[in-house]
């Protein structure tokens, strides 16, 4: 049990937790569907910002970024530089977050996925991968429209034992 939560989600729920959405993240999906593919670490990133940004903020969305760089293969640290800027946002704001009622938690998630999606394409056009197709932004509303989803399943998964 983690210390200073009010759940009982631990280390290894945690580990699970990201390894299966890292897995979701990269595995392959038909082509057609691809731009549709929520963002999933991000989703897990915020929820546990919102959870315990103590133990789960900052930090973990660095190391979850670079995971995902990894994964990906994309530029080193790009996903861990804008993943620790969403979460540093969702920290500061998770009293009020977590106070909306679910639309409008999914609405300020639309808002910090569209700041990640953006700063990912910052960083690609500066580094010379520029992807300027508009189904790259598709990901963003499929993602904040799953939150409400994810948050119950997300709290299903810490309350078991």
Not at 49 to 64: E, Q
Not at 95 to 117: D, G, K, M, T, Y
Request: proline share 6%; aromatic share 12%.
């Amino acid at each position: 049990m983690m210390h200073g939560t009010r759940t009982n989600f631990g280390w290894v729920r945690v580990v699970v937790l990201t390894v299966l959405t890292l897995a979701a993240t990269v595995l392959p999906l038909p082509e057609p569907l691809e731009p549709y593919r929520p963002n999933f670490v991000a989703l897990t990133v915020l929820w546990f910002c919102l959870l315990s940004p103590r133990l789960l903020g900052l930090g973990y969305a660095w190391l979850a970024g670079l995971a995902l760089d990894g994964f990906a293969g994309v530029l080193l640290g790009q996903h861990a530089l804008t993943l620790t800027v969403i979460a540093y946002v969702a920290c500061k704001l998770r009293l009020q977050i977590r106070a909306f009622p679910p639309l409008q938690q999914s609405a300020v998630i639309l808002a910090l996925l569209w700041l990640n999606e953006f700063l990912l394409f910052w960083i690609d056009g500066i580094a010379g991968h520029a992807i300027t197709d508009w189904r790259r932004w598709l990901t963003v509303p499929v993602s904040a429209a799953l939150w409400p989803l994810v948050n119950g399943l997300f709290a299903r998964y810490a309350s078991r034992r």
